[in-house]
């Protein structure tokens, strides 16, 4: 990695932790989407930064695009969101815990050495993507297939949830 | 590499099935003939399950889907279990205004998922099964939308997420050390890092651990199980029962060939996460057994029955991490145990709805007397909480003897001692119910009436109980094939 990408690199990091932050400390739901939002922009910047062209589109249209503008639309229709997040005792205990446990993912993370490939990423990558993904003897076929059945399972959920119980 | 879409068969049959149930739901007057369907689509899946049964193991669609003896097995159980539900389920459906063919598709739709987890060697596809199960799980467990049921699905559904984030994190981890997704090259990498370069890799225990984490909610085991007595309580009866049974059986699958194909062939590894998991079945055990000694909900207090009973098999699975290669017992000790809890769970759930529906209650209190009011059905849920127990002449007795055998032949006799002082404890608050139907007075005199659908379906499951515990050899062989894994 460059010097270049490098700092990007921080730079970007240290935006998606501070706005992944802000997003569980304020109060305030709606400032919360925002931050959620730019939380996701900034992870696109990483893609980009790993050479990952096409993940980092996708993730621009569907989490900053469709995504937090349900988030948001949600937010507007739900009538409490005035009132905010709920605090509770937990906090205390739920500070300690959480920051336990980051303290050991970074240990385990920086202790391994982990393996890495000596070729350069292949670019562009979007023709790539969809061998491997369609590709029925080399490929993701079979997740892909049942992620259909998924979002059909998901869609009759909702429906079943969400419609309103009319007296008959 | 050969393309056979055809060994997806059973799963394409059962997915098509909760399709036309649905289309059907739109035309049909007379809603009962929609069970009928459902039922006829796991037919269909079981009799092409069945009919590959003892051929040779193939694998399709990259690897990723392994149709093996071990699959086999479990997609049968999962088709066996969802139908009985299917039938138990018939009169409590009947009460829904709407949404009835929504129901039986959602309950299809999660055998799907079921059997794909125990098919799947790739941890992408088992994700996406995992997730299919779960997520028609999450809705029919809200599925009633009274305020109990509402907050089962939701518990369920934001713990539930938190779990999946957390197995997905585990699976990360797995891939970032081994560079594999697929559960045989995960375990040939590992067999290829010899142990210096496996001790300097704590990301891979780590991922391992969150694995553990992640697919320990499925089942159920302490610490994952704060969601188990809540939404046990609040979701539709016939629905706890299919959590309580084909999820567990599910999570297990998933567990035995994750962790033997890609974790079990470095034994330095196998034993950390045998150990793992004896760790966590004595928790589970403990736990469970304790806190069901206080519960007056008959639902919850299966619930709290569900935790130590997962406690118990995870002796089996520790059994299978101290094993060497090669060894059967543990996972066949497993296999067996998951099936006589499935008729056995089944079988008091059963009970537990005929019960319900008449007394409108589950309160342990209010089955006072109800062998002078129900008697066959009061026979039928003490059978079943007789096994529960593990006493003979029932599945649940043999089902132990195994379990913890194949734990002793490991020199884990210390976990078999707690394990047979846990079964101790929880002979009495099984015992208690049958004391309250035996010998307490009975409110009214009315009796319990039940529908065609519940008996078959009550009846299958007492023959179960009965069979496997009186002669117990017919499943023996069978889960000793099943345990015949493509690694």
């Known amino acids: 990695m460059g010097t270049g990408s490098e700092l990007a690199f921080w730079l970007l990091a240290v935006l998606i932790v501070g706005s992944a932050l802000a997003v569980v400390v304020l109060r305030d739901v709606f400032r919360a989407a925002l931050f959620l939002v730019l939380c996701f922009f900034a992870v696109a910047g990483i893609y980009i930064i790993l050479s990952a062209d096409f993940l980092a589109a996708v993730q621009v249209l569907i989490y900053v695009g469709a995504i937090a503008v349900l988030i948001i639309f949600a937010i507007m229709l739900t009538r409490e969101a005035q009132r905010g997040s709920p605090s509770n005792r937990l906090q205390i205990p739920v500070l300690i815990v959480g920051l336990l446990l980051l303290a050991v993912i970074v240990a385990v993370v920086v202790d391994t050495s982990w393996p890495a490939a000596d070729v350069p990423p292949p670019a562009p990558t979007t023709g790539d993507i969809a061998e491997k993904l369609f590709d029925k003897n080399e490929g993701f076929v079979l997740p892909f297939e049942i992620a259909s059945v998924l979002l059909l399972a998901a869609m009759i959920g909702a429906i079943v949830l969400v419609r309103e119980r009319k007296e008959e | ?487």
């Open chain 2, 1 to 487: 590499m050969n393309f056979s879409p055809e060994l997806l068969a059973p799963e394409i049959a059962v997915a098509f099935f909760a399709v036309v149930v649905i289309v059907l739901d739109l035309f049909l007057e007379r809603k009962g003939t929609l069970a009928v369907v459902s039922l006829a689509g796991l037919a269909v899946a079981a009799g092409l399950t069945i009919a590959r049964w003892g051929a040779d193991p193939d694998t399709t669609f990259n690897s990723m889907l392994v149709v093996d003896q071990f699959a086999l097995f479990f997609k049968l159980l999962f088709l066996g279990v969802a139908a009985l539900i299917i039938l138990a389920s018939a009169d409590y459906v009947s009460k829904f205004r709407r949404f009835q063919g929504e129901y039986y598709a959602l309950v299809l739709f999660a055998t799907v998922g079921m059997m794909l987890m125990a098919s799947t060697a790739e941890l992408v596809s088992i994700y996406i099964s995992l997730e299919l199960a779960s997520i028609s799980l999450y809705v029919l467990a809200g599925f009633l939308k009274s305020p109990e049921s509402s907050e089962a699905g939701l518990k369920y559904l934001l713990l539930g997420a938190v779990s999946s984030a957390v197995l997905l994190f585990g699976m990360a981890f797995v891939f970032g050390v081994t560079g594999e997704t697929h559960l045989g090259q995960i375990g040939d990498s590992i067999r290829n890092m010899g142990l210096d370069k496996l001790w300097d890799s704590p990301a891979l225990l780590m991922g391992i651990v969150f694995l553990v984490a992640g697919f320990g909610f499925k089942i159920a085991c302490v610490p994952f199980q704060m969601w188990v007595p809540d939404v046990y309580e609040g979701a539709p009866t016939p629905v706890t029962a299919f959590l309580s049974v084909a999820s567990k059986a599910a999570g297990f699958a998933v567990i035995m060939r994750v962790f033997y194909t890609a974790f079990g062939q470095a034994t330095a590894l196998s034993t950390d996460w045998g150990m793992l998991f004896a760790v966590l079945g004595v928790a589970s055990m403990t736990v469970g057994n304790v806190v069901a000694i206080a519960q007056t909900n008959i639902k919850r207090m299966l619930g709290y029955s569900s935790i130590a009973q997962a406690g118990y098999l995870m002796v089996g699975l520790a059994a299978i991490g101290y094993a060497p290669i090669g060894d059967i017992l543990g996972r066949s000790g497993v296999i067996f145990f998951l099936a006589s809890y499935a008729v056995t769970n089944l079988g008091a759930f059963i009970a537990i709805i005929a019960i319900s529906n008449k007394v409108d209650s589950d309160l342990i209190d209010d089955y006072s007397g109800m062998a002078r009011r129900a008697p066959l059905l009061s026979l039928a849920l003490a059978l079943c909480l007789i096994s529960l127990i593990g006493l003979p002449p029932t599945a649940g007795f043999i089902a132990k003897i195994y379990i913890f055998n194949s734990a002793v032949q490991h020199d884990l006799m210390w976990l078999v001692v707690i394990a047979v002082l846990n079964s101790v404890v929880s002979a009495y608050y099984y015992l208690r119910v049958v004391k309250v139907m035996y010998l307490g007075e009975p409110a009214s005199e009315e009796g319990v009436p039940s529908s065609a659908a519940l008996r078959t379906a009550l009846s299958i499951s007492l023959l179960g109980v009965l069979f496997f515990g009186i002669l117990p050899r017919y499943l023996l062989n069978i889960a000793e094939s099943a345990v015949k894994m493509l690694t």
